[in-house]
C-alpha cells in the first residue's frame, strides 16, 4: 500500500537558518504530494500541494519539488521564524481514492 | 477560502455519557469528510470516511456503534462518542474535501476537538 516517511524531530534551528525535511513516499501511478503544518493545539493547516511530477509548491517561504524520479516531495525553507515552530506532515493522495497517507510528522523549533 | 470549523474546540464529560463534534465546510460543498483521532505527538490515524448521503466506511479496528458519524447535509458531518470512557480521551479533527471546483483533491481539515472523558 501506500506509505509516506519523513525524517524524524525534532529539528531544533536558530531563526534565519535554513529548514529542510526531507520526505519520501511509496504509491502506485501518480499521487498528489501534499505538506500541512500543525501548531500546538490546533488542526491541520494545508502549506503546499503538488499533483504532479516536477510541480513545485510554494506558499509562505516554503517549497517543494515532487520528484517522480527519487518519489521525494522535501520541504525547504531559507530563513526560518520563530513562528515557523510547528509539527510538518507530509502526506499523499494516491489513486486508491481520497484517503490521505501521513508520514508520522515532524517537530521544528525555531529559537530565537 | 476553504475553511472548516469543528465545535466545541474543548469538552470534557463524563464516564458513560455521549458527546457529538460537529464538523462544517463554511465555504465549500464536502461530498466526503474525514474524520481523524490524533494521540499526544503522533500522527493522524484516519477513523472514518463519509460521504453526504451515504453510510460511513469505517477504518479496521474502529467501531462503528461506538463512534456514530453522520454526513446529512453538503456542509455539515457530526461525530458521537457513545458511551465514551476515559480510553477515548483524544484530539478529535476532521477534514473535509470537495468533488469539484477550486478545492478539489485536497482535504481542509478543522482546528480539532480535545475530548477528555472523566
Known amino acids: 500500500g501506500d506509505s509516506v516517511t519523513q525524517m524524524e524531530g525534532p529539528v531544533t534551528l536558530s531563526e534565519e537558518a535554513f529548514l529542510t525535511i526531507n520526505c519520501t513516499y511509496t504509491a502506485t501511478g501518480y499521487p498528489s504530494l501534499f505538506w500541512y503544518v500543525q501548531y500546538p493545539g490546533e488542526g491541520l493547516q494545508l502549506l503546499l500541494k503538488a499533483t504532479k511530477a516536477d510541480d513545485k509548491g510554494s506558499n509562505k517561504g516554503f517549497e517543494a519539488t515532487y520528484r517522480k524520479e527519487t518519489t521525494s516531495f522535501h520541504l525547504e525553507k531559507g530563513s526560518v521564524q520563530v513562528s515557523d515552530s510547528a509539527v510538518y506532515f507530509c502526506?499523499?493522495?494516491?489513486?486508491?481514492?481520497?484517503?490521505?497517507?501521513f508520514g508520522g510528522g515532524t517537530r521544528v523549533l525555531v529559537k530565537p | 477560502g476553504a475553511v472548516v470549523s469543528q465545535h466545541p474546540s474543548r469538552v470534557i464529560c463524563k464516564s458513560g455519557t455521549s458527546v457529538k463534534i460537529e464538523c462544517r465546510s463554511l465555504?465549500?460543498?464536502?461530498?466526503?469528510m474525514f474524520w481523524y483521532r490524533q494521540f499526544p505527538k503522533q500522527s493522524l490515524m484516519l477513523m472514518a470516511t463519509?460521504?453526504?448521503?451515504?453510510?460511513?466506511?469505517?477504518e479496521q479496528g474502529v467501531e462503528k456503534d461506538k463512534f456514530l458519524i453522520n454526513h446529512a447535509s453538503l456542509t455539515l458531518s457530526t461525530l458521537t462518542v457513545t458511551s465514551a470512557h476515559p480510553e477515548d480521551s483524544s484530539f478529535y479533527i476532521c477534514?473535509?474535501?470537495?468533488?469539484?471546483?477550486?478545492?478539489?483533491?485536497?482535504?481542509?481539515f478543522g482546528p480539532g476537538t480535545r475530548l477528555l472523558v472523566l
Open positions: 502526506a499523499l493522495t494516491g489513486t486508491a481514492g481520497n484517503k490521505l497517507t
Open positions: 465555504d465549500f460543498q464536502a461530498t466526503t
Open positions: 463519509s460521504n453526504e448521503g451515504s453510510k460511513a466506511t469505517y
Open positions: 477534514s473535509a474535501r470537495s468533488s469539484g471546483g477550486a478545492y478539489q483533491e485536497t482535504q481542509y
